[in-house]
T-cell receptor, first 111, second 114 residues
Framework: DAKTTQPNSMESNEEEPVHLPCNHS???????IHWYRQLPSQGPEYVIH???SNVNNRMASLAIAEDRKSSTLILHRATLRDAAVYYC????????????FGKGTHLIIQP | DTAVSQTPKYLVTQMGNDKSIKCEQN?????MYWYKQDSKKFLKIMFS???????INETVPNRFSPKSPDKAHLNLHINSLELGDSAVYFC?????????????FGPGTRLTVT
């Protein structure tokens, strides 16, 4: 399976934008890029996903490099509630084998 | 309304017992999953169940068995519980399998085996 690489942790200030990077140099043409987050003591929560084009939703934006070997999750205005572990995961387009979670990035938000 | 629910939230039991965790989704999804999060917070897929096709992670002991009475439910049965089974178990669902579809997770069941 194609793997992703994320920084172990990042720190940001409240109400500032946050850019969370993810490298996936061995991505295949049918892999979707998914982002999930897990707040303390909760189940993982879907954030956003995309294939080739940049994506926006109410939670975040996803910027995908032209060669698809990296992507960036953008939180436009971080709040304390965004403190969580963020996971970047590649998911096969036709697969049914679930999500392969890595260690993710622990995002710390300073007030 | 809760989209994906699990019962119980906490389960404490002794080694050797058999227990079940229930999962229900009211999203009309066709695919459901079970994940295990161990004490080091590492999340791992155990099973995915799509249109009666079961895909098993090969590392899951056969003491674990998913059972789906209908499309909205995927229960997890565990036989002969061991200390190492202590973990948080998450159920999830998606409209269909594959990368096009996002997954929605339940709140988790914390299993403690003593």
């Amino acid at each position: 399976d194609a793997k992703t690489t994320q920084p172990n942790s990042m720190e940001s200030n409240e109400e500032e934008p946050v850019h969370l990077p993810c490298n996936h140099s061995t991505i295949s043409g049918t892999d979707y890029i998914h982002w999930y987050r897990q707040l303390p003591s909760q189940g993982p929560e879907y954030v956003i996903h995309g294939l080739t084009s940049n994506v926006n939703n109410r939670m975040a934006s996803l910027a995908i490099a032209e060669d698809r070997k990296s992507s960036t999750l953008i939180l436009h205005r971080a709040t304390l509630r965004d403190a969580a572990v963020y996971y970047c995961i590649l998911v096969r387009g036709g697969g049914a084998d679930g999500l392969t979670f890595g260690k993710g990035t622990h995002l710390i938000i300073q007030p | 309304d809760t989209a994906v629910s699990q019962t119980p939230k906490y389960l404490v039991t002794q080694m050797g017992n058999d227990k079940s965790i229930k999962c229900e989704q009211n999203l009309g999804h066709d695919t459901m999953y079970w994940y295990k999060q161990d004490s080091k917070k590492f999340l791992k897929i155990m099973f995915s169940y799509n249109n009666k096709e079961l895909i098993i992670n090969e590392t899951v002991p056969n003491r674990f068995s998913p059972k789906s009475p209908d499309k909205a439910h995927l229960n997890l049965h565990i036989n002969s519980l061991e200390l190492g089974d202590s973990a948080v178990y998450f159920c999830a669902s998606s409209r269909l399998a594959g990368g096009v579809h996002e997954q929605y997770f339940g709140p988790g069941t914390r299993l403690t085996v003593t």
